[in-house]
Structure formats: structure tokens, C-alpha cells
């Protein structure tokens, strides 16, 4: 592969350095400009007399310092520079500093230089309008680039070496974060068992030995090597390998072989201690800042989902006799027993037939999703399609229970079977809805769903749950791997 055909398959929109700035300097003199009408026109929070108007002509000089200031800054942060991981709120801070940065210097300068015509609001508009338009720009290019990684451009394929507990922390990052425009092609090991082992979708490629072959055949673009440093030989042939094939690589610290989302850091004047968090449980303060989301989500949304509620109810009375709702038992956090609530969209001897069903279906009894069960009736299928059959368990949410996101509660015959790294999907409330949810519902394999699982408890904060549930509201209306 030519490192030309790699770039090619890399990069999103391949336009020249120089443009990004330019784009940027022309949105912040259209600023300057909403901000001169803002306080001329419209005469936002201050009035200004007939005496008072200045025309735009004095503020030039200013627009331009401000602009040059501002562009320098980004610059100098790295603005300009395509980081995968850099997220949209990363770029709008990184802008507001540099444009407060870009303000301050202007009104310092005004201080010294004291001109006849002269606005500090007109400023601060700019300064507001800047942040604005160049973030709202960000946003833009982001959604041209989802756009363009759905079309298979701009992604680069990635190649897991070790499939141990820091291997499978970087596959559920990947997964998890999709916009990074990574696709995890598979995995090898040099371990021959785990090398032989598909995890979900992410595909056992055989073992480190085999490298070179399937760096060609599955035109890797970047290899990441989580292998411990007890290899650190087999580490270096890797990277020799990688780069006589012109292919990107990068290596995960293994810190004594530490779990890397275990590792804390701290300072002791200006020396770095290495610390250890005990368990990947959630600080008090955060499950009761989650608990309290929960509930205040519920309360306030109860005016859409209750008549919901009740015309599901009814329809399922109506289609014949049984019960409306269907109750089962479910595993919860620290392996607690728990009976959750759904509503009936099944035959009464549903449970009966299920055994029967997975064995000659060949399904995966840890995660079994039948995608034309013959047990779903007629109210149920619509009910399923559009995830209604779970309403009920907001009511489990309200009890304590369960939360609006998390894991899938498993039942005790699927958690009977999990291999131990498995379990540690039990170490928070199970969810409604989760990152499984918003990345194909029911076409998910089970070890993937682990894996988005433990990305999620590792990674959980407020902002990510509110993103999960507004990603969630598409995928229900749609019903995507609804079954």
C-alpha cells in the first residue's frame, strides 16, 4: 500500500492549510459587522444617540488586530491540526479562550491609545458573535465528515494487536466512539486460543505471527499494540513491520499491567504519583446526581408518556385475554435479583418455547434476539418495533432499580454463562436504553454489547447520558435493530 492510496483513505476533506484560517478570519470580520449593527441598529442593552452613531470604517484596524490575535491563538493550540479525538466541545472552549484572549489585548489597547470613536460593547459583541459563528462552522464540518465516514470515506481501518483487559478497553472505545472515524477490523493475539475467538463483530485474525499477511489483505491503515511490555522484542518488530509497510501504529502504555481506566494521577510538587481507583463503581456523588437526572426526566416528561402508556395498555386488552403487563426476573447491579416490568407482547407460553427456540435457531443464549419470533403477537410487534413494550420499567427506574441508561439487566440463565470479564458489566444499575441501544439494539453481539457496556461505566458522565437518550429518540422512531 502507498503511503499516497493511505492518505488518500485517511483524510476527509483534503483542502489546503491556508483555507481553514481564511474561512475562520472572514467569519470573524462578519461578525464584527452583526456586532456593529447590534449596537447601532438594534441598539442592544445600551441606546444610542443620533450623536453617538460611528460609522463601521474606525473599527477596522480593531476587527483586524482581534482577528489576527484570535487566528494566532488557534493556531498555536492546534486548531488547525485534524484530531480524531478532539471533541466539538474541546474546539469551542479552545475558541472562547482565544477569543477573551483576543478581547482583552483589543481593550488594552484602546486603554493606551484612547481613539475619539470607540465601542467596548460593539467588542464584546464580536467577541460573542465570533465564538458563535466559528464554533456553529465546527459544527458544520463535523456533520460533513459523520456524513462522509458513512459513506466509507475518511476512515481508517484499525488493527488491535492483544486481546487482553487493555486490548479490549481500546476495541470498546472504538466502537463506542464512532465519530472518531476508526473501524475496528479485528484483532490478533499471541495468545493461539484468544487469537481464534471472535469478539461480536470484531473479527480473531489468528496470531501476531500472522501480521504482515493481514496487514495486506485487510488494508489496515493503523495498528495499535496493546501488548505488555514483558514483549517489548515482539513490540519492536511490530513497529518495524508497520513501518516497512507504510502503515500508522501506535502503542498503549501498559502500566504494570494496570487497568489504564484504574490509574489515577496525582502531584505531589510537581512529582506524578500513580495511584489505583479500588473498583469502577461510580463516587456517591455521581450515582445521586445520576438518580436524581432520573427521576426529574420521568416527573417532567410523565404528560407525553403517560396517554402512551395508557392507549398501549389498551390495545393490548383489546387484541385478546392475558395479562397487560409481563414480569421477569432480571440481574441487576452487584448481581442483585430484580423483577422487571414490560408490557405483554408475547403468547402467554412465550418462556415455555424460548429453550426451543434458541437451540434451533442456533442463537447465542447469553444474548438471544430471534428476528422473526413466532411468539410476538400482532399488538407486540408494533409495540416492539417502537421499544413501547418498555415503558413499564420507568417504573423500576423510579424504584431504584434500574436506570434510564446502563447495561441491559440480563437474566440469571444469560449471567450463568459469562466468563468472568463479562461480569463487570454488573458493576452499575442496568438501563432502558445504552450505548447497545443506540448502536444497533438487537443486531449487536453480545461480547460487543460487553464491551460498549464497560466503555460506558469507565466513561460515565451526565453529559454522556444525556447524549445516549437523545440519541436513543432516532433510533426508536425508526425502530433500528428493533426485533
Not at 489597547?109 to 464584546?124: A, E, G, I, K, N
Not at 424460548?354 to 447465542?364: F, M, R
Request: positive net charge; hydrophobic residues 50%.
Amino acid at each position: 500500500m502507498t503511503a499516497k492510496e493511505q492518505s488518500h483513505r485517511a483524510l476527509i476533506i483534503n483542502w489546503p492549510g491556508w483555507l481553514p484560517p481564511l474561512i475562520d478570519a472572514g467569519l470573524i470580520l462578519i461578525a464584527f459587522l452583526l456586532a456593529h449593527y447590534a449596537r447601532y441598529e438594534l441598539q442592544l442593552l445600551r441606546p444610542v444617540n443620533e450623536f453617538n452613531r460611528a460609522p463601521f470604517d474606525p473599527f477596522v484596524p480593531y476587527a483586524l488586530l482581534f482577528t489576527a490575535w484570535l487566528i494566532i491563538s488557534l493556531l498555536q493550540q492546534g486548531l488547525y491540526h485534524h484530531v480524531r479525538a478532539r471533541t466539538w466541545s474541546d474546539e469551542f472552549f479552545a475558541i472562547g479562550n482565544a477569543a477573551t484572549n483576543a478581547l482583552v489585548v483589543v481593550m488594552a489597547l484602546s486603554f493606551f491609545l484612547q481613539p475619539l470613536v470607540f465601542s467596548r460593547l460593539l467588542l464584546l459583541y464580536a467577541a460573542v458573535f465570533s465564538v458563535i459563528l466559528l464554533a456553529a462552522a465546527r459544527l458544520v464540518y463535523r456533520d460533513i465528515r459523520r456524513r462522509q465516514r458513512k459513506r466509507g470515506l475518511g476512515v481508517a481501518r484499525v488493527l488491535v494487536v492483544g486481546a487482553g483487559e487493555i486490548g479490549r478497553a481500546v476495541m470498546r472505545t472504538l466502537l463506542a466512539r464512532p465519530e472518531l472515524g476508526f473501524q475496528a477490523v479485528g484483532f490478533v493475539d499471541d495468545d493461539p486460543e484468544r487469537a481464534g475467538s471472535d469478539i461480536g463483530r470484531l473479527r480473531a485474525l489468528g496470531t501476531v505471527e500472522n501480521l504482515s499477511m493481514v496487514i495486506v489483505q485487510e488494508k489496515i491503515d493503523l495498528v495499535i499494540i496493546t501488548l505488555s511490555w514483558e514483549h517489548h522484542r515482539e513490540i519492536l518488530s511490530i513497529v518495524r513491520e508497520c513501518a516497512r509497510q507504510d502503515v500508522q501504529v501506535r502503542i498503549v502504555p501498559d502500566l504494570f499491567q494496570l487497568k489504564l481506566n484504574r490509574v489515577q494521577v496525582e502531584n505531589l510538587e510537581g512529582i506524578p504519583l500513580l495511584g489505583v481507583k479500588d473498583q469502577l463503581r461510580m463516587p456517591r456523588v455521581e450515582r445521586a446526581l445520576k438518580r436524581l437526572m432520573d427521576v426529574a426526566l420521568i416527573v417532567l416528561s410523565a404528560p407525553l408518556w403517560l396517554p402512551v402508556f395508557a392507549i398501549t395498555a389498551l390495545a393490548i386488552r383489546l387484541e385478546g385475554p392475558g395479562p397487560i403487563l409481563y414480569a421477569q426476573e432480571r440481574v441487576g447491579e452487584g448481581g442483585r435479583h430484580f423483577r422487571v416490568w414490560k408490557f405483554r407482547s408475547m403468547v402467554l407460553n412465550a418462556d415455555d418455547l424460548k429453550a426451543q427456540l434458541v437451540a434451533e435457531q442456533g442463537l447465542d443464549p447469553r444474548h438471544p434476539k430471534l428476528k422473526d419470533d413466532p411468539r410476538i403477537t400482532r399488538v407486540g410487534r408494533i409495540i416492539r418495533r417502537l421499544s413501547l413494550d418498555e415503558l413499564p420499567q420507568l417504573f423500576n427506574v423510579l424504584k431504584g432499580e434500574m436506570s434510564l441508561v446502563g447495561p441491559r439487566p440480563p437474566t440469571p440463565d444469560e449471567v450463568a454463562l459469562y466468563e468472568p470479564w463479562h461480569l463487570q458489566r454488573l458493576q452499575t444499575k442496568g438501563g432502558i436504553t445504552g450505548l447497545w441501544q443506540v448502536s444497533g439494539r438487537s443486531d449487536v453481539p453480545f461480547e460487543e454489547m460487553v464491551l460498549l457496556d464497560l466503555y460506558y461505566i469507565e466513561n460515565w458522565s451526565l453529559l454522556l447520558d444525556l447524549k445516549i437518550i437523545l440519541q436513543t429518540v432516532p433510533h426508536v422512531i425508526f425502530g433500528d435493530g428493533a426485533y
